[in-house]
């Protein structure tokens, strides 16, 4: 599947969840990096939290490029 339409279904799927212009609004251009360095750093091999939580690599990497996408569209 297509890596942008990967994206995009992410962030139809956070758009789902709730109003997300109202929460990026909220957020700093900080808390938006740290949120997508977080989704980052889960997507490296060895990460406990993605064990207990059954997160790959894969998700995390695209949820990191959606919140990336939402940081540059709230520029």
Same mark, same amino acid.
């Given at each position: 599947? &297509? $890596?942008?339409k990967?994206?995009? /279904?992410e962030?139809d799927k956070q @758009? /789902?969840r709730g109003?997300? *212009?109202?929460? /990026?609004?909220? &957020? +700093?251009?900080n808390?938006r !990096? *740290?949120?997508a360095? $977080?989704?980052? %750093?889960? @997507? +490296?091999?060895k990460v406990?939290? #993605?064990e207990?939580? %059954?997160?790959d690599a894969? +998700? &995390?990497?695209?949820? *990191?490029a959606?919140? !990336?996408? *939402? $940081?540059i569209e #709230? /520029?």
């Open positions: 599947m &297509n $890596a942008l990967l994206i995009q /279904e962030i @758009s /789902e109003d997300v *212009a109202a929460v /990026e609004a909220k &957020n +700093s251009r808390d !990096i *740290a949120i360095i $977080a989704y980052l %750093g889960r @997507s +490296s091999e406990l939290r #993605n207990k939580e %059954g997160c894969k +998700s &995390n990497l695209i949820k *990191a959606a919140v !990336i996408c *939402a $940081a #709230n /520029e």
